[in-house]
Each structure stands twice: as C-alpha cells, then as structure tokens.
T-cell receptor, first 117, second 115 residues
Framework: DAGVIQSPRHEVTEMGQEVTLRCKPI?????LFWYRQTMMRGLELLIY????????DSGMPEDRFSAKMPNASFSTLKIQPSEPRDSAVYFC???????????????FGPGTRLTVL | AQTVTQSQPEMSVQEAETVTLSCTYD???????LFWYKQPPSRQMILVIR??????QNATENRFSVNFQKAAKSFSLKISDSQLGDTAMYFC????????????FGQGTTLQVKP
C-alpha cells in the first residue's frame, strides 16, 4: 500500500498567488481530512470529507480556503489569494469506515510545506 | 469541548533507557479513542499506538505501551529500550466516537534520545 500521497512536497509562492495542494487517500478509505500545522497553533483540522462529501468545514480559516473531493481517490485544498500567514505544513489524512478493523485511525500523508513570500 | 494537554514540551532520555510521556484530556464523553502519533524530523505523522476507552487493558506495540487511567483522564506513553530513531515530537490525540472526524491534538512533546 502506497499510503496517503500528497503533492507537491514543497511549495514556495508569492503573496496573492493561487496555491493548490493535492491528496490521494489510501484506497478503500472513505474519510479524508485536511490539517494545517504551525508553530503557533499546532495541528488544526481544516475540513473533512466522508464519501466525497464535506462533513465539517468549520476549521477552514476564511473564504480564501476551499477544498474539493471530486472522487474517492483525489482531493484538493486551494488557497486563493495566498498570504504570508498561510505558510505552514498542510497534511492530508484518511481513515477507513467505522466498522472496519482499526477504524477511525487516521493515516497521514507526508505533508506539503507551503511558504508564501 | 474536549481538550488534550501535554505538559512536557521537551524531554530527553539516554539510549536503551525508558521514558514516559504524559498526556491528560478533558471530556464528558464515555466512549472515545486515544492515540499517540510520532513526528520525526521528516515531519511525517506516524501512528504509534491506539487505545479504545471501553477497553481496560492497556495497549502495547512492541517497545511502546500506554498507561490508560480513564477515571483520571490520563493517557501516558512509555517507551522502553529507547533508540536513536525514537527522537521525534510525540502528539497525544483524542477522538470522540460520536464524531469520528475530529482528532484533537495536544501541543506535542519533543523527545531527544541521546547516545
């Protein structure tokens, strides 16, 4: 199993530019999560999906952030326009259905380190 | 609201020794999961161990074990025979069974294993 795949691993952009982060969950997992990690705020859940449907986006900081999951194997997190305070590591995670063995355990991707200049 | 507290920002241990990382949490729920994740310098978040609140037996994974005290809302991680590769930040996390989308993380404890 390849695990959760994220791209790019590093992204450097200038303020005002659009940024798109990508995630491929583990096959068979029907929950997908986007987290942001900063020194100041630690790990924060931004949004999560179940069966491609957004369930809770209360952690999305503002309208500049949006996330989509067009199918079971792909999700994007977009920031438009980006700002320096968006600089962070963004993680994607996935988990299996509640009744499966080890259910609800979230497996994380390697993260995308975003730097907005 | 649930909260998770890790009161030790940094710890160190000699190689081959045993170390215990502390975690406390606050919840009014009775059914939940607790986790320890490891984040090495590569920053990959790696699951170390998982505990279901309804299980009285403490979870164990090789050199890693937990001391789960439900009444005290305490969930400490013991690492035996520490290895250099255990150097990492360790996060304690809580998940309410009724809201399986939300993992609530503690602030993390940075562990350094010294040769």
């Amino acid at each position: 199993d390849a695990g959760v795949i994220q791209s790019p691993r590093h992204e450097v952009t200038e303020m005002g530019q659009e940024v798109t982060l990508r995630c491929k969950p583990i096959s068979g997992h029907d929950y997908l999560f986007w987290y942001r990690q900063t020194m100041m705020r630690g790990l924060e859940l931004l949004i999560y999906f179940n069966n491609n449907v957004p369930i809770d986006d209360s952690g999305m900081p503002e309208d500049r952030f949006s996330a989509k999951m067009p199918n079971a194997s792909f999700s994007t997190l977009k920031i438009q326009p980006s700002e320096p305070r968006d600089s962070a590591v963004y993680f994607c995670a996935s988990s299996s259905p509640p009744n499966a063995g080890g259910a609800d355990t979230q497996y994380f991707g390697p993260g995308t380190r975003l730097t907005v200049l | 609201a649930q909260t998770v507290t890790q009161s030790q920002p940094e710890m160190s241990v000699q190689e081959a020794e045993t170390v215990t990382l502390s975690c406390t949490y606050d919840t009014s729920e009775n059914n939940y999961y607790l986790f320890w994740y490891k984040q090495p310098p590569s920053r990959q978040m790696i699951l170390v161990i998982r505990q279901e609140a309804y299980k009285q037996q403490n979870a164990t994974e090789n050199r890693f074990s937990v001391n789960f005290q439900k009444a005290a809302k305490s969930f400490s991680l013991k690492i035996s025979d520490s290895q250099l590769g255990d150097t990492a930040m360790y996060f304690c996390a809580f998940m309410n069974v009724r809201n399986t989308g939300k993992l609530i993380f503690g602030q993390g404890t940075t562990l350094q294993v010294k040769p």
